[in-house]
């Protein structure tokens, strides 16, 4: 690490960095399991590759893992308390939560904005990190609606609704 880079300077940093959140969720042998993340991202197109990091500290990341299989719920802007409850360690984080199973029967949850149905690729260690990379089987997305977004420490929403550009 840097020795001008501290924890607190980069964090501080990282806060004027928009982000979409998500939650992470999958069927495990004890129920439901579902973890939130500031950090999806498209890896590739050609095979269909997502990727996301999980802090090496989640209770509910090692209850995900062993099945090899989840969901990645892109949260929608009037999905602040979901995400919260799923930004929480412990509890039934699924409680009062509408959600169905995906066709490989991870949770989808019923107010996402977009939803990707994942099989786990590889897991690679990223300093207080870990890297999650998985294959895409499956997704869907509403025909509208506004993703919910991470920015200056607080949950905000984005002002204008997005305009039909065409690919030149």
């Known amino acids: 690490m840097a020795e001008d880079v501290s924890p607190d300077r980069f964090r501080s940093v990282m806060r004027h960095v928009p982000t979409g959140v998500a939650v992470v969720a999958a069927a495990t042998d004890s129920g439901p399991a579902g973890l939130a993340v500031g950090t999806f991202v498209s890896v590739s197109l050609r095979p269909p590759l997502v990727g996301f990091f999980v802090d090496r500290t989640s209770t509910t990341w090692p ?3 062993p099945t090899g299989r989840f969901t990645v719920n892109v949260l929608a802007e009037d999905d602040e308390a979901t995400c919260r409850a799923f930004a ?4 039934n984080k699924f409680d009062g939560v509408a959600w169905h ?5 991870s949770p989808v949850l019923d107010t996402a904005l977009a939803w990707f149905d994942c099989e786990l690729n590889a897991v690679t ?7 999650v ?6 997704l869907s997305a509403r025909s509208a609606g506004r993703p919910l977004v ?9 002002g204008d ?3 039909t550009t065409r690919r030149v």
């Open 63 to 65: 209850r995900i893992e």
């Open 88 to 91: 929480t360690s412990g509890g």
């Open 101 to 105: 199973p995906s066709p490989k029967g």
């Open 125 to 131: 260690d990223a300093g207080d990190h870990r890297f």
């Open 133 to 138: 990379l998985a294959d895409v089987h499956d």
């Open 150 to 158: 991470f920015c200056h420490g607080t949950y905000q929403r984005l």
């Open 161 to 163: 609704q997005p305009t």
